[in-house]
């Protein structure tokens, strides 16, 4: 079925499903949508939907609805406007006693709680959806938290822990056989790793998420993976499949206009121009990825606390005298999002890093320690 470009949706479904079912209809084709990236499309759909919610007075609908485009709201770094959203949808589920929905909505909060670094909160509010899900017997959900706490568990340094709970979701997740959060948590369990510098094992199990994430046509987490990918090889000393990797996801991140995504990836990649013997590459990529992260609110706790030693580390590791790399953070920190992916693809194409860096200096290898900490663990998915 063909729409023309001034139908919506909604009406061409008509002929073929009654009004109270669109709303059904409509939240299903947005899900898609959002799994293969397409979030605009999929906001426009769940609008669509609220819609026929609103002009039916169906609260248990609005409620699903307000759900629906405060995800979409979260995976585009508006998380002021999802929060609101899942307050309203709170509030609706409440009044009609389904704890379901209730459940659903907590899961949210702690996520967005999570991307802006608030931990207890995270905590709190995945642990109360958990317990909502145990009684239910909720297998699906029971893999999504176990896995959200075990990501939360990495932010706060708590590593055993951390896979401790992954192994527990992916155990779930096999055993209901739902191969996109098997790759879900296949992608986490590689982020631990590589924070314990277990580098090859983190590559292996990024590849294996990454065939399963391209098998269910999640092209969102094939990005994740290929910036994750990136990382371990770094670690391991790939700087070719690494460059590689880190431009498949960035060219991925600038087609979703992913700023949270990217101010993450653009950090990794300055580390790389750094390790490659481009100081100056490295600060404006640093600079403008924490511009994009206080434009978007992204994660703002843990920036503020890294902000100071991650700036003085670079000057030193990279021997930039302060003058110049002060002018070239703020060079970064003026860059529209276009210019700083295209600087940042550029340096993903430059040739191979310095001899200090391909023989495994000390220096290197410092350098591999102070800056292969956490800056991409925010990259984990927090959704299901």
Not at 360 to 370: E, H, K, M, Y
Request: aromatic share 6%; proline share 1%.
């Amino acid at each position: 079925m063909r729409i023309g470009p001034r139908s919506t949706t909604s009406s061409a479904l008509a002929p073929l499903v009654e009004q109270g079912e669109r709303v059904d209809v409509l939240l299903k084709l947005g899900k898609v949508l959002e799994l293969v990236g397409n979030w605009r499309r999929a906001e426009q759909v769940d609008g669509e939907a609220m819609a026929i919610a609103e002009e039916l007075a169906d609260d248990h609908a609005k409620a699903s609805c307000e759900t629906a485009l405060a995800e979409v709201a979260r995976k585009q770094g508006r998380f002021d406007e999802a929060l609101a959203r899942l307050e309203r949808a709170a509030g609706e589920f409440r009044s009609l006693g389904e704890e379901s929905g209730v459940g659903g909505v907590l899961k949210l909060v702690g996520t967005v709680a999570a991307q802006r670094g608030d931990y207890a909160k995270a905590v709190e509010n995945y642990e109360a959806s958990l317990a909502i899900r145990e009684r239910a017997g909720d297998k699906a959900s029971m893999g999504s938290l176990l896995s959200n706490l075990g990501i939360i568990a990495e932010y706060r340094g708590e590593y055993e822990r951390s896979r401790a709970l992954h192994e527990r979701a992916l155990a779930l997740r096999t055993e209901i056989g739902d191969r996109w959060a098997i790759g879900n948590s296949t992608n986490c369990i590689g982020m631990v790793a590589v924070l314990q510098k277990r580098y090859a094992e983190a590559r292996d199990w990024f590849q294996k998420s990454i065939l399963l994430n391209r098998e269910v046509g999640d092209a969102w987490m094939v990005a994740i993976n290929h910036n994750n990918l990136g990382n371990a090889t770094r670690g391991l000393g790939d700087y070719e499949a690494a460059r590689r990797h880190y431009a498949d996801s960035l060219r991925a991140y600038r087609d979703y206009d992913d700023r949270w995504a990217l101010a993450f990836l653009l950090e990794d990649i300055g580390i790389f121009a750094a390790m490659s013997g481009d100081p100056r590459a490295a600060l404006e990529l640093v600079g403008a990825a924490g511009a994009f992260a206080r434009r978007d609110q992204v994660h703002r706790a843990h920036r503020r606390s890294r902000k100071r030693s991650r700036r003085r580390s670079m000057r030193q590791r990279v021997h930039c005298p302060k003058t110049s790399g002060r002018c070239a953070l703020h060079e970064g920190v003026r860059s529209i999002l276009r210019a700083a992916v295209e600087r940042a693809l550029a340096r993903c194409a430059s040739g191979s890093p310095d001899s200090d860096v391909r023989n495994g200096s000390s220096a290197s290898r410092r350098w591999q320690a102070t800056f292969c900490v956490a800056h991409f663990t925010l990259l984990a998915v927090l959704y299901a």
